[in-house]
């Protein structure tokens, strides 16, 4: 799904499960998944839908670590 693209340096820990069509198009912005944007479409990976399976919206705002759900990219750090 990622290959060939190139990951932006992330500011903040990002949800694996949080996708947008972005990432699927040739030369898609990968920037969309860091900066929320409202013409963007966002969706969990794990439910299909536009809630997580917290049932709370899911979106780059939304999908932080607090929620129980949440699960970085590159796995959980190690401590």
């Known amino acids: 799904m ?18 947008t069509k972005a990432i699927y198009i040739p030369g898609g ?16 990976n794990c439910t299909m839908q536009v809630v997580g399976p917290d049932d709370q919206f899911v979106s780059p705002n939304a999908c932080k670590q607090s929620r129980s759900c949440f699960s970085p990219v590159g796995g959980k750090p190690v401590v």
């Not at 693209?5 to 903040?12: M, N, V």
């Not at 912005?29 to 969990?44: A, D, K, M």
């Open 2 to 19: 990622l290959e060939g693209k190139t990951l932006p340096i992330f500011s903040r820990p990002i949800c694996q499960d949080l996708r």
């Open 29 to 44: 912005n990968l920037q969309n998944l860091v900066e929320e944007n409202p013409g963007t479409h966002y969706w969990c």
